[in-house]
Each structure stands twice: as structure tokens, then as C-alpha cells.
């Protein structure tokens, strides 16, 4: 029976449902031969894998998270390297997918959008993979920010690059929390497969059905404590709903359990971690400011700053995941990553299409449901995306999730 991890501030916990069981399994007999670029920790890896994929090669730069990622991927043959050295051309006949999160800090909310101008844009590199290896088919993750403003213009230039390579290309802005991460969280998803049409996956949970809750307790500490304090705000930023606006300093906000979790950010570690009311002060001082009270000094009480590991588990990596090197990078691995339920949710998709075979869907029974999560707050599932930065709050700024864009080879339809 696996267990979650023991140690200091750890609950010890049965986790009776496999990953496998908990994302549903993949239906087809004969893995996919893929190559995860940009791989990071290793989230859209562990997807892809669940959905019946056969990662056999990795890259990525980051010492850090190439190190993570071997010890969860241990039959992946991964590459450290700087990816501008590397001849993809080695792989092709081999590899049938391409997959990978080029780095986002061009494109994030979180930066400074310089775009293409960021020599950090490893846009290029991704398609040079593509053009290289020639794949049936590829999947590219960023941040919602590439497909909006100015910065669409720069999608669509790739788009077009793609079709030209004799590809049909789609593309779509994903919440996670449609697909049963407890999260709110929006990845671009952008899928290219020859003389085929994608198919999007259609959401398999409500809205908020699966809760921070489910995998986190104000009660007790999953992982190493994170000792940074939260303080109150000299000049709050009041909002309608106590979890929103700005009452105390730092970027990281406040965990509403009874809901989905804040964006995940690749910054966080020190003030900018979400933290958890422990002590139930949040709603009385959001009350004593609403009726024109002063604001309050100093720490606040009870407030707890999650930890890495529980930051894993909202993005639903697997609760054995062991992240390397110092905590703010390990934090900055979580924050990165495309949670991987989204991952093996667009991967089913695609293997279905590769496939041509009916959609096989998790079982009611094994799929992970609120009851599920609620009895084992430690079952969470595999995610990543880039080495780049993560996502960050979209507070409805971004694409409609059904919001895409579909052509076919040469055609810019939709763009």
C-alpha cells in the first residue's frame, strides 16, 4: 500500500488509489515514443505518462530540476544542457511526439513581457524541434499571456510556421481547475498533428468541485514548515470577499479551503507563498476593515505559509514526488509546472486522436472526485510545463476557456 513520505511535520496517511486509477489509465496498449523539451520537474512528463505516452527523452538546463525530474523518471534518458546545442535530428524516425513547455517569462503577467525580445524565448528552439524531428504530432504549453494583446500576433506567427510544416494546428487557453486541479490556474495549449483534426477534452469536473481542502488542512503540516511571517497591510486594498484585495503584505494570498487554491507562482518561498488561516482571524479583520476601523500591525496569528510539498499537491503532483536542490528552487520547480491532471487530460485527447479510437474516460470509481480527495487529502496527481516562469493570476483577464483557434496546413483560420 503506498504511503505519503514520512518526516518532520508530516502526517502518515494510506494512499489506497494508484495515480494510474486516479487519472484513469491509458486504454491503448502500444506507448507513444515522446520527447519532453524544456521538461522542468518533469509535471507534463508524468501526464503524458499516465495518459499512455512513452517519454523516453528529456531536456532540460536547470541542474535543479533535471535532477528531479531523473529521480521521478528514472527509465527517461535526460539531457542537461543548454537546448540551443542540441541537434534534434538525432531523434527523428524515433520520436513520435514532441512535447514541452518553452520558458514563459516573455509572455507571463508576472515579468517583464518583453516577448520576443527576451533572450530567454525559447520559442525558436521549440520549433526547430519540430521541423527536425518531423512528429506525428507535438503538444506546447505556455502562459495564457502569449495568446492575448500584443502578444498573439507573436503566437500566430508560429502557428502559421507550424502549418507550413504540414501540421493542423489548434490551439486553447485551459483551467485547470475544469479538470479536477484544485487551482486556479490558465495554460495555453498549443497541439499541431498531421492530416488530423484535435480534439479539445471536454471539462470533467464543475467548477470548484475539487477544493484546496481536499488535499490541504488548516490542522496539520504536510512536508517542511515555511517560517516566513505574514504581516498585516499599512495601506489594505479592501475587496468585497475576504481572500481577495490586498489586507496584508506580500504577494502570497490567503487559501480559501472551501475553494480552489490561488495561482501557484514560480516565486514563490518567501512572502509571495499562498498561506492558510489557521487561527480564523481573516474574516473578523476583514469585517473591522469593512466597517472603517484602523488596520492592524505586525504578524498576523496563526497565518501559515504552505510548503512545498502542499504546493505540490495543488498542482496534483503525486505526494512521493521529492523535489531537489534549495527550497526556493524547489518552489520555483511547483510553480513552473503544468499540473500534470491537466497534462493527462490533453494527453488523452491527443492519444485518442493518434489512435482513432473512442474516448475511453476515467471509471466514476476511479476517477478523482471531491469524495476521493476528501478521504485521501495526499492522493494529488502528477504535473510541469517549462523551465520558465509560472503562471499567474488571470483575476479574468484571460481567454474564454473555450476561447481557441483551429486551421489546417497552410490556412489561418481563427488566428
Known amino acids: 500500500m503506498l504511503r505519503a513520505p514520512d518526516g518532520p511535520g508530516r502526517r502518515t496517511q494510506p494512499v489506497r488509489n494508484s495515480f494510474r486509477s486516479i487519472v484513469g489509465g491509458c486504454p491503448y496498449a502500444a506507448p507513444v515514443q515522446t520527447i519532453d523539451i524544456f521538461s522542468g520537474a518533469g509535471g507534463l512528463s508524468l501526464g503524458l505518462i499516465e495518459a499512455g505516452f512513452d517519454v523516453r527523452h528529456a531536456i532540460e538546463w536547470d541542474r535543479d530540476s533535471a535532477a528531479t525530474y531523473r529521480l521521478a523518471h528514472q527509465r527517461t534518458k535526460v539531457q542537461e544542457c543548454d537546448i540551443?546545442?542540441?541537434?534534434?535530428?538525432?531523434?527523428?524516425?524515433?520520436?513520435?511526439?514532441?512535447?514541452?513547455g518553452p520558458p514563459c517569462q516573455p509572455w507571463s503577467d508576472g515579468g517583464h513581457r518583453l516577448g520576443e525580445d527576451d533572450p530567454r524565448d525559447g520559442l525558436p528552439h521549440y520549433l526547430r524541434a519540430v521541423r527536425e524531428i518531423r512528429p506525428k504530432a507535438f503538444?506546447?504549453?505556455?502562459?495564457?499571456?502569449?495568446?492575448?494583446?500584443?502578444?498573439?500576433?507573436?503566437?500566430?506567427?508560429?502557428?502559421?510556421?507550424?502549418?507550413?510544416?504540414?501540421?493542423?494546428?489548434?490551439?486553447?487557453?485551459?483551467?485547470?481547475?475544469?479538470?479536477?486541479?484544485?487551482?486556479?490556474?490558465?495554460?495555453?495549449?498549443?497541439?499541431?498533428?498531421?492530416?488530423?483534426?484535435?480534439?479539445?477534452?471536454?471539462?470533467?469536473?464543475?467548477?470548484?468541485?475539487?477544493?484546496?481542502?481536499?488535499?490541504?488542512?488548516?490542522?496539520?503540516?504536510?512536508?517542511?514548515?515555511?517560517?516566513?511571517?505574514?504581516?498585516?497591510?499599512?495601506?489594505?486594498?479592501?475587496?468585497?470577499?475576504?481572500?481577495?484585495?490586498?489586507?496584508?503584505?506580500?504577494?502570497?494570498?490567503?487559501?480559501?479551503?472551501?475553494?480552489?487554491?490561488?495561482?501557484?507562482?514560480?516565486?514563490?518561498?518567501?512572502?509571495?507563498?499562498?498561506?492558510?488561516?489557521?487561527?480564523?482571524?481573516?474574516?473578523?479583520?476583514?469585517?473591522?476593515?469593512?466597517?472603517?476601523?484602523?488596520?492592524?500591525?505586525?504578524?498576523?496569528?496563526?497565518a501559515r505559509r504552505i510548503t512545498v510539498e502542499e504546493a505540490a499537491l495543488l498542482q496534483t503532483f503525486p505526494p512521493?514526488?521529492?523535489?531537489?536542490?534549495?527550497?526556493?528552487?524547489?518552489?520555483?520547480?511547483?510553480?513552473?509546472?503544468?499540473?500534470?491532471?491537466?497534462?493527462?487530460?490533453?494527453?488523452?485527447?491527443?492519444?485518442?486522436?493518434?489512435r482513432d479510437q473512442p474516448s475511453q474516460p476515467p471509471s466514476p470509481t476511479s476517477q478523482a472526485g471531491p469524495q476521493n480527495l476528501q478521504q485521501e487529502r495526499h492522493t494529488a496527481v502528477y504535473g510541469q510545463g517549462g523551465s520558465g516562469g509560472g503562471e499567474v493570476p488571470q483575476d479574468g483577464s484571460a481567454l474564454s476557456d473555450a476561447q481557441s483557434s483551429t486551421g489546417s496546413r497552410g490556412a489561418h483560420q481563427g488566428c
Not at 212 to 237: C, F, R, W
Open 84 to 100: 540551443a546545442q542540441v541537434d534534434f535530428g538525432q531523434y527523428k524516425g524515433e520520436i513520435e511526439v514532441v512535447a514541452g
Open 139 to 302: 503538444i506546447m504549453e505556455n502562459v495564457s499571456g502569449l495568446a492575448r494583446g500584443g502578444h498573439s500576433s507573436h503566437l500566430n506567427t508560429y502557428l502559421e510556421a507550424f502549418r507550413e510544416l504540414e501540421y493542423t494546428v489548434s490551439y486553447q487557453v485551459l483551467a485547470a481547475a475544469d479538470y479536477g486541479v484544485p487551482q486556479s490556474r490558465r495554460r495555453l495549449f498549443v497541439v499541431g498533428i498531421r492530416d488530423k483534426e484535435f480534439t479539445w477534452p471536454a471539462p470533467t469536473h464543475s467548477a470548484g468541485s475539487v477544493k484546496a481542502g481536499d488535499v490541504l488542512s488548516a490542522e496539520q503540516v504536510i512536508g517542511e514548515p515555511n517560517t516566513s511571517k505574514v504581516t498585516y497591510a499599512k495601506k489594505p486594498h479592501i475587496r468585497p470577499s475576504r481572500y481577495d484585495g490586498l489586507l496584508f503584505n506580500g504577494g502570497g494570498r490567503p487559501i480559501d479551503l472551501d475553494n480552489v487554491a490561488p495561482t501557484m507562482l514560480a516565486s514563490m518561498g518567501g512572502n509571495k507563498t499562498p498561506w492558510i488561516d489557521t487561527a480564523g482571524v481573516l474574516s473578523a479583520y476583514h469585517a473591522h476593515l469593512l466597517s472603517g476601523a484602523a488596520p492592524k500591525t505586525g504578524t498576523v496569528p496563526g
Open 320 to 354: 512521493d514526488m521529492k523535489f531537489q536542490g534549495r527550497r526556493s528552487s524547489q518552489y520555483r520547480q511547483v510553480g513552473n509546472a503544468v499540473p500534470p491532471r491537466l497534462a493527462a487530460a490533453v494527453g488523452r485527447a491527443l492519444l485518442k486522436c493518434l
